[in-house]
């Protein structure tokens, strides 16, 4: 079975350069409608979306269910099932927000859109050139975070996956990095961590995928989940520091707030056993601490417990 579905996979149409281009001039005539209208009544109707992507994508929705009653064994299905509508508007009302945050969030006007918690210590840190590492999760708005670092003139790197359509990925690249955020596709990133880190830079993940069988695994929300191992590795390797920042929507609204969960440093591992499983746990553990503050802002969509421990398949 899983070979048949890898063959697929490979045999799957990959789209010509002139669909590429084609969904790409749709993408940005549809974006010249959605901008003649505020954010907040945009937001009102991704909603309104997201309870209908709730009713009709059934497998995403079963999944969201299965991670919220795994994860919440002592809630009522009433509550799964608002959290579980509530986390798919939020995921709709996320799409929103990478498109006007470059169009509405200034340098000169963030506090119109966000205020902060526990994050002096961090900040003061990057603006001496100390190299760290910056972990977020698939919770909140997670893009907000890197945009700002960017806009405030922090020297950042973020590491993403470029998108298939190439339009799209420049489209999108651009506006990232429009405002000094710098984005190193995912897969040429090794070559050039050392000299970021050597020269005083901070370099961004988002840090809850799914890292398959070459995980480490670590508990999130009583679970063992993969976890990837380069967070740990990194700030092993080159003795950083970790923070892990969470952004927040407030209510419905084009606001936020960003807190520094935790700042993991690099004297509190030095005397563990295993380093790597403890720094990976660790910083699990804030993301699991923060999506706890509100459960429906996280992804339970996302496919976070797919690959199990082998001692759990032989069991």
């Known amino acids: 079975m899983a070979e048949e579905k890898r063959e697929r996979k490979r045999n799957k149409r990959k789209p010509t350069i002139v669909e590429q281009w084609l969904v790409y001039v749709l993408l940005r005539i549809f974006l010249f409608f959605v ?16 309870k209908g992507f709730w009713k009709h994508y059934h497998r995403g929705r079963q ?27 939020r995921l709709l009302m996320l799409a929103v927000d990478v498109i006007f945050i470059p169009r509405l969030v200034k340098k000169e006007n963030w506090e119109q859109y966000s205020c902060y918690k526990n994050v002096e210590r961090v900040k003061w840190m990057m603006a001496g050139k100390q190299p760290m590492l910056l972990v ?5 708005n997670f893009e907000i975070i890197g945009y700002l670092l960017g806009e405030f003139g922090f020297d950042i790197y ?20 429009r405002r000094g955020q710098k984005i190193i596709d995912k897969k ?19 840090a809850d995928q799914n890292a398959g069988k070459k995980g480490v695994f670590v508990d999130f929300f009583g679970r063992k989940a993969s976890t990837y191992k380069s967070i740990g590795l ?21 606001f936020f707030e960003i807190e ?13 056993e295993d380093p790597l499983l403890w720094i990976t746990q660790e910083y699990t553990r804030a993301f699991e601490d923060s999506i706890r503050k509100d459960p429906t802002q996280y992804w339970w969509i996302h496919d976070r417990w797919k690959t199990r421990p082998r001692e759990e398949i032989k069991s």
């Open 260 to 272: 520094m969960a935790r700042l993991i440093m690099p004297e509190e591992w030095k005397d563990k």
């Open 63 to 89: 999944r969201a269910i299965d991670n919220l009653k795994a994860s919440f064994p002592d809630k009522d299905d009433a509550w799964i099932e608002q959290t579980g509508i509530r986390s798919f508007e």
């Open 158 to 177: 973020s590491i993403a996956r470029p998108f298939d359509n190439r339009f799209l990925n420049k489209y999108l690249y651009d506006v990232r990095q």
């Open 188 to 206: 040429g990133a090794a070559e050039q961590m050392e000299q970021i880190i050597r020269q005083g830079s901070t370099l961004c993940f988002v």
């Open 35 to 50: 901008f003649l209208f505020p954010v907040e009544k945009v937001l009102k109707f991704a909603c309104f979306w997201g």
């Open 234 to 254: 990194l700030a092993i390797q080159y003795n950083l520091p970790i923070g892990v920042g969470v952004s927040r929507r407030v209510e419905n609204r084009f």
């Open 136 to 140: 977020t999760g698939h919770y909140g």
